[in-house]
């Protein structure tokens, strides 16, 4: 588990990180998003033992980063944006200096054929690195992090380089490692967090300003006052009925389904007309045949947040 409590980062004046707490569970998969500049790196710097923190807690499976650092990086896979790899080694030199480097205790041959094996880079295990794609060193920047079984996996933006059968392949491993591993997944690439997290923490200007499942994120920051209604009856007559209600601001007429419109209906904020246009509509003898409130997808999220709308579940 990774618990991050009242974490603060300053350098002068400037707050790069201003108390901040979250945790992952064990299993979970959490996607760490910010705009350039809110605090991400820092954090992750801090978490990984590369910088201190000026006060606050980082915790590794209970562990604190500052106060027994050596044995709370035994815990942590890191996978930096660059991978820190040694151009002039094979793959096969690389992962076994890691391993000596990581005091591993493993089996070492077993241990690094099934490494190789899981990420997909085992026919260029004797390669020079240098001569690889980026994205095949992607991949043993991704192995490395793996060497010595850590419970703590912390990825930046671990699909940089990769051509898109090759970002499912790594997406699809990185939700098997989340089954036993603690993940944290920052990425730049909102489908990406979308496709592989099981929880979502945003910070923006050093603060987060939100910590949730993208579902819930989705239903505290949209708003009962735009709907999506489709309704069967006479466009032009539907379309005036709808104006005619209360709170009513503005009807969009969307896409025709056989003898029904689908209608995007917006009431001024803070009210919630769907029971006003169901007895609206049923006096009337129109038949509504979905009615559902506008979902926000992971960018209008992102957008939202990140221009200063903290919400539920965030810290101010």
């Known amino acids: 588990m990774i618990e991050v409590q009242n974490l603060s980062k300053h350098y002068g004046d400037k707050k790069a990180v201003d108390n901040i707490s979250f945790k992952a569970q064990d299993g979970e998969i959490l996607g760490f998003l910010g705009p350039n500049g809110a605090g991400k790196s820092t954090t992750m710097n801090i978490l990984t033992g590369y910088i201190?923190?000026?006060?606050?807690?980082?915790?590794?499976?209970?562990?604190?980063?500052?106060?027994?650092?050596?044995?709370?990086?035994?815990?942590?896979?890191?996978?930096?944006?660059?991978?820190?790899?040694?151009?002039?080694?094979?793959?096969?030199?690389?992962?076994?200096?890691i391993y000596d480097l990581k005091k591993c205790k493993l089996p070492r041959n077993t241990h690094l054929k099934d490494i190789c094996s899981l990420v997909k880079i085992d026919h260029v295990y004797k390669r020079l690195i240098r001569n690889l794609s980026k994205g095949y060193r992607q991949r043993v920047g991704l192995a490395q992090a793996l060497v010595g079984n850590p419970n703590v996996l912390i990825l930046d933006e671990p699909t940089v380089g990769l051509d898109p059968k090759q970002i499912i392949e790594i997406r699809t491993l990185i939700k098997k490692l989340g089954r036993n591993h603690t993940v944290i997944l920052s990425s730049h690439i909102l489908s990406e967090v979308q496709a592989v997290c099981d929880k979502i923490v945003v910070i923006n200007e050093?603060?987060?300003?939100?910590?949730?499942?993208?579902?819930?994120?989705?239903?505290?920051?949209?708003?009962?006052?735009?709907?999506?209604?489709?309704?069967?009856?006479?466009?032009?007559?539907?379309t005036k009925l709808i104006e005619s209600i209360r709170d009513v601001e503005k009807v969009d007429i969307g896409a025709k389904h056989e003898d029904a419109f689908e209608y995007r209906v917006e009431a001024k904020e803070g009210t919630d007309i769907r029971k006003e246009l169901f007895l609206a509509c049923a006096k009337s003898g129109y038949i509504i045949l979905e009615m559902k409130s506008s979902e926000l997808t992971l960018e209008d999220i992102f957008l939202r947040l990140t221009m200063g709308e903290s919400i539920d579940g965030g810290e101010e």
């Open 52 to 97: 201190s923190s000026t006060s606050g807690k980082a915790m590794i499976d209970g562990i604190d980063i500052l106060e027994d650092p050596i044995k709370a990086k035994s815990k942590i896979g890191y996978l930096p944006e660059l991978p820190p790899l040694y151009m002039d080694m094979t793959v096969k030199e690389y992962l076994n200096f």
């Open 206 to 238: 050093g603060k987060i300003v939100a910590d949730d499942t993208e579902d819930n994120l989705s239903q505290k920051l949209s708003s009962d006052h735009r709907l999506t209604v489709r309704i069967e009856g006479e466009q032009n007559k539907v």
